[in-house]
């Protein structure tokens, strides 16, 4: 497959049309497109009462394929009664994750009995029933709750109010697999766990640096403010153990000289080893002190112990930061120097820098290299973690955490007269492992694929096996729909964002808070999140408790409740009425005052962690495509990288002919948790060697358990393989 040489361009528009045609119509697809909703797939903040693809700045059109292939999916017909009869559990089990995500739309609520063959469907009423009753039988703490990011603040609040009140705080959500490093480590250097800045401020920068991520593939709408950054003469910095096509030139299908000419993205690519990171951000720290280039004023009065951490910096060598790294002096000398001399900086990353078992040591990092330069507390500059999916941000914001802030469990306490648990709670990685030990019996999902999100995924679906129930809210199907399932597995069809009958809200990664009209419904049989949960929550706990539950079936209820117990959404309450979307308050920086206990930025030292794996070996990177979002397959292909398939393990020909591999050659890669046998050597000449690429989830099974102690992150970065010729003789190690 030919390999592009810039991202975005014609072949985006020519795919805008191939959309439509599967839409029904590009005309269908585009009312659906600029409808009054939130954005369903990343978090950058389109849509809402501003229209379909228009971001918070007012810019239109801001599209992407990410959001042309959910909305499209959304669109399609409904799974046929006889696609339940035709495919057994065993037969789904074998679905790769693209066949499962275009199978059609879910109308009917599916129930899998261990030892059926087969899902077949049921009535509402006795799924409801089978899961209150359920419910009913269990002590609260050996329920889990789980969270993806696709649902609203609504159905977030009160599916997690639910869990608490029937008594656990087994309540997570899916940062745990991805930001949670960047929510602990923000957190403990500025007081907050999300971007510091605005748009507004992303589009005035003179500098960003673009650390472990791809928003060419994963968050395209972020080009066109990279584009907006270079046009002006700014410069980006990508910092990236993998040569990207669309951070090297992308062509902002919205801008016709951007179209036609192409704009070029990186103004210096480095590609650091992957788990170099760390090490890299101390060299620029540490030639930025030797250049004499910090802000000496801004370290003294803003941040606490400024004086140990420079010391920290001047005593670490030069040898131990190149040789840990992978970068050269004069690679990182060249960094810092245009680092030095830029007004406005702002640092981005993604989860090639969360995805550590150091990822929050990462992201202090960042933000104490920001602090270095007072790049953190004044408009047009600061910290930006890029977020995933849609909403991710504002469940975590409403409550969706193990552990509720101090501020919302009191206000929940006293405004609803509630008794809530003060356990600790277990987080997501926790409960998969106390599943696997038979400690917990009922898992309940809110959207998301935790089979095919976990590491060690035999370990993650024997987990799943030991539950007596599993609960899905679903509106496709996914590969954990038919791996790992309970002895009772239960699908519930629910409405997509843009068909919920009632308002809804979201909050982008800026802190932004949306409203989404919803719209009309084009299956019959879902029904819509928050009368799912509500219902389930009335026939469990009944209503003559401190919460009406029938009466939360009503969205605007809900946001009153919210206005009430979450600092900084007291707007919310009125919302659906004044139609205006607002900033969350006391989370953007443009003074520097931080909410830490001393008003200050906190500066950590740390140790740099040596690079891993033997002279024969690889350090593994998973990654998503340009085809997919999380574990969503939309497209098997990967047209910026040139692969034409997923079954693929990506390595630079130097390392090809160091291990005695060929392109298309079948291989064994092992870890120290997981064995894939059969998949395609692919050369690729524009990865760093001594590294090595392969797809998430399908890589998943190489990926340990070991997790970030700070965030309970898994590393799904830097994991250690051998890769050898399949049938080459050789015995794989034992895997436990």
Same mark, same amino acid.
């Given at each position: 497959?030919?390999?592009?040489?810039?991202?975005?361009?014609?072949?985006?528009?020519?795919?805008?049309?191939?959309?439509?045609? *599967?839409?029904?119509?590009?005309?269908?697809?585009?009312?659906?497109?600029?409808?009054?909703?939130? #954005?369903?797939?990343?978090?950058?903040?389109?849509?809402?009462?501003?229209?379909?693809?228009?971001?918070?700045?007012?810019?239109?059109?801001?599209?992407?394929?990410?959001?042309?292939?959910?909305?499209?999916?959304?669109?399609?017909?409904?799974?046929?009664?006889?696609?339940?009869?035709?495919?057994?559990?065993? *037969?789904?089990?074998?679905?790769?994750?693209?066949?499962?995500?275009?199978?059609?739309?879910?109308?009917?609520?599916?129930?899998?009995?261990?030892?059926?063959?087969?899902?077949?469907?049921?009535?509402?009423?006795?799924?409801?029933?089978?899961?209150?009753?359920?419910?009913? %039988?269990?002590?609260?703490?050996?329920?889990?709750?789980?969270?993806?990011?696709?649902?609203?603040?609504?159905?977030?609040?009160?599916?997690?109010?639910?869990?608490?009140? &029937?008594?656990?705080?087994?309540?997570?959500? #899916?940062?745990?697999? #991805?930001?949670?490093?960047?929510?602990?480590?923000?957190?403990?250097?500025?007081?907050?766990?999300?971007?510091?800045?605005?748009?507004?401020?992303?589009?005035?920068?003179?500098?960003?640096?673009?650390?472990?991520?791809?928003?060419?593939?994963?968050?395209?709408?972020?080009?066109?403010?990279?584009?907006?950054?270079?046009?002006?003469?700014?410069?980006? @910095?990508?910092?990236?153990?993998?040569?990207?096509?669309?951070?090297?030139?992308?062509?902002?299908?919205?801008?016709?000289?951007?179209?036609?000419?192409?704009?070029?993205?990186?103004?210096?690519?480095?590609?650091?080893?992957?788990?170099?990171?760390?090490?890299?951000?101390?060299?620029?720290?540490?030639?930025?002190?030797?250049?004499?280039?910090?802000?000496?004023?801004?370290?003294?009065?803003?941040?606490?112990?400024?004086?140990?951490?420079?010391?920290?910096?001047?005593?670490?060598?030069?040898?131990?930061?190149?040789?840990?790294?992978?970068?050269?002096?004069?690679?990182?000398?060249?960094?810092?120097?245009?680092? +030095?001399?830029?007004?406005?900086?702002?640092?981005?990353?993604?989860?090639?820098?969360?995805?550590?078992?150091?990822?929050?040591?990462?992201?202090?990092?960042?933000?104490?290299?920001?602090?270095?330069?007072?790049?953190?507390?004044?408009?047009?500059?600061?910290?930006?973690?890029?977020?995933?999916?849609?909403?991710?941000?504002?469940?975590?914001?409403?409550?969706?955490?193990?552990?509720?802030?101090?501020?919302?469990?009191?206000?929940?306490?006293?405004?609803?007269?509630?008794?809530?648990?003060?356990?600790?709670?277990?987080?997501?990685? +926790? #409960?998969?492992?106390?599943?696997?030990?038979?400690?917990?019996?009922?898992?309940?999902?809110?959207?998301?694929?935790?089979?095919?999100?976990?590491?060690?995924?035999?370990?993650?679906?024997?987990?799943?096996?030991?539950?007596?129930?599993?609960?899905?809210?679903?509106?496709?199907?996914?590969?954990?729909?038919?791996?790992?399932?309970?002895?009772?597995?239960?699908?519930?069809?629910?409405?997509?964002?843009?068909?919920?009958?009632?308002?809804?809200?979201?909050?982008?990664?800026? =802190?932004?808070?949306?409203?989404?009209?919803?719209?009309?419904?084009?299956?019959?049989?879902?029904?819509?999140?928050?009368?799912?949960?509500?219902?389930?929550?009335?026939?469990?706990?009944?209503?003559?408790?401190?919460?009406?539950?029938?009466?939360?079936?009503?969205?605007?209820?809900?946001?009153?409740?919210?206005?009430?117990?979450?600092?900084?959404?007291?707007?919310?309450?009125?919302?659906?009425?004044?139609?205006?979307?607002?900033?969350?308050?006391?989370?953007?920086?443009?003074?520097?005052?931080?909410?830490?206990?001393?008003?200050?930025?906190?500066?950590?030292?740390?140790?740099?962690?040596?690079?891993?794996?033997?002279? =024969?070996?690889?350090?593994?990177?998973?990654?998503?495509?340009?085809?997919?979002?999380?574990?969503?397959?939309?497209?098997?292909?990967?047209?910026?990288?040139?692969?034409?398939?997923?079954?693929?393990?990506?390595?630079?020909?130097?390392?090809?002919?160091?291990?005695?591999?060929?392109?298309?050659?079948?291989?064994?890669?092992?870890?120290?948790?997981?064995?894939?046998?059969?998949?395609?050597?692919?050369? &690729?000449?524009? @990865?760093?060697?001594?590294?090595?690429?392969?797809?998430?989830?399908?890589?998943?099974?190489?990926?340990?358990?070991?997790?970030?102690?700070? %965030?309970?992150?898994?590393?799904?970065?830097?994991?250690?393989?051998?890769?050898?010729?399949?049938?080459?003789?050789?015995?794989?190690?034992?895997?436990?």
């Amino acid at each position: 497959m030919r390999k592009l040489t810039s991202g975005g361009g014609w072949q985006a528009i020519k795919y805008t049309f191939t959309k439509g045609r *599967q839409a029904g119509g590009i005309w269908k697809l585009w009312k659906a497109m600029r409808s009054k909703n939130a #954005c369903k797939t990343c978090a950058l903040g389109m849509g809402g009462q501003s229209g379909g693809m228009v971001n918070e700045a007012g810019s239109f059109p801001e599209v992407c394929k990410k959001s042309l292939q959910a909305m499209v999916a959304d669109m399609q017909g409904a799974i046929k009664p006889e696609f339940w009869r035709t495919y057994s559990v065993a *037969q789904l089990s074998k679905f790769t994750p693209y066949q499962m995500e275009h199978s059609g739309r879910l109308v009917q609520p599916m129930l899998y009995e261990r030892g059926a063959g087969n899902y077949r469907p049921i009535e509402w009423e006795e799924a409801f029933r089978r899961i209150a009753d359920k419910l009913k %039988s269990l002590p609260a703490d050996d329920t889990f709750w789980y969270f993806s990011g696709r649902s609203s603040n609504e159905a977030g609040f009160l599916l997690q109010l639910f869990a608490r009140i &029937y008594g656990t705080n087994n309540v997570n959500n #899916c940062s745990y697999y #991805c930001h949670q490093a960047s929510g602990v480590g923000l957190a403990s250097t500025i007081g907050s766990g999300t971007a510091t800045l605005v748009l507004e401020d992303v589009e005035h920068a003179d500098l960003v640096f673009l650390i472990g991520g791809n928003p060419a593939s994963n968050h395209p709408r972020l080009m066109s403010s990279l584009k907006h950054i270079r046009r002006r003469g700014g410069e980006v @910095i990508v910092i990236n153990p993998v040569i990207e096509t669309g951070l090297v030139n992308f062509r902002v299908p919205s801008d016709p000289i951007s179209l036609l000419f192409g704009t070029k993205i990186a103004t210096q690519y480095i590609q650091p080893h992957i788990g170099g990171d760390l090490a890299l951000l101390k060299g620029i720290a540490k030639q930025i002190d030797e250049l004499g280039a910090a802000d000496v004023k801004f370290l003294a009065e803003h941040c606490d112990d400024s004086e140990a951490w420079l010391a920290h910096l001047r005593e670490l060598s030069w040898d131990e930061i190149v040789t840990k790294s992978g970068v050269n002096r004069e690679q990182i000398n060249d960094i810092a120097a245009r680092y +030095a001399k830029a007004k406005n900086v702002v640092f981005s990353w993604t989860m090639g820098i969360t995805h550590h078992a150091h990822g929050v040591d990462n992201v202090q990092a960042i933000a104490a290299l920001a602090a270095m330069r007072g790049m953190i507390g004044r408009p047009h500059a600061g910290l930006m973690p890029i977020r995933g999916h849609s909403n991710v941000q504002g469940i975590g914001s409403v409550g969706v955490t193990p552990q509720l802030k101090k501020a919302i469990f009191e206000r929940l306490e006293s405004n609803f007269n509630l008794q809530l648990p003060t356990t600790v709670g277990l987080d997501t990685l +926790a #409960c998969m492992e106390a599943a696997h030990r038979r400690e917990l019996k009922l898992g309940f999902c809110l959207g998301g694929n935790l089979y095919g999100s976990n590491p060690e995924q035999k370990f993650a679906g024997e987990a799943l096996e030991q539950l007596e129930m599993m609960v899905f809210l679903s509106t496709t199907l996914n590969t954990g729909h038919a791996n790992g399932l309970a002895k009772e597995t239960l699908i519930l069809p629910v409405l997509a964002r843009d068909e919920e009958p009632q308002p809804t809200t979201q909050e982008s990664m800026f =802190n932004y808070v949306r409203l989404s009209d919803g719209g009309p419904r084009r299956l019959q049989g879902p029904l819509s999140e928050v009368e799912v949960i509500a219902r389930i929550a009335s026939d469990t706990l009944g209503d003559a408790g401190a919460m009406d539950w029938k009466s939360m079936q009503d969205t605007g209820k809900i946001r009153d409740a919210i206005s009430q117990v979450v600092p900084g959404f007291e707007k919310i309450e009125t919302i659906d009425k004044t139609k205006q979307e607002f900033q969350i308050a006391g989370r953007t920086f443009h003074t520097p005052i931080f909410p830490t206990p001393t008003g200050k930025v906190q500066l950590f030292t740390h140790e740099i962690p040596p690079l891993k794996g033997a002279e =024969n070996q690889l350090r593994l990177m998973t990654v998503r495509s340009e085809g997919q979002f999380n574990t969503v397959v939309y497209e098997e292909e990967d047209i910026y990288r040139g692969i034409d398939r997923r079954d693929v393990i990506l390595i630079h020909p130097d390392d090809c002919r160091r291990l005695g591999l060929g392109q298309d050659q079948q291989v064994e890669i092992i870890s120290d948790v997981g064995v894939i046998r059969g998949f395609l050597v692919r050369e &690729y000449e524009d @990865i760093r060697p001594g590294n090595a690429l392969m797809y998430y989830p399908e890589a998943n099974v190489l990926v340990a358990r070991r997790a970030d102690p700070k %965030s309970k992150t898994p590393a799904f970065k830097g994991v250690v393989i051998d890769v050898r010729p399949l049938g080459s003789g050789a015995l794989a190690p034992s895997v436990p």
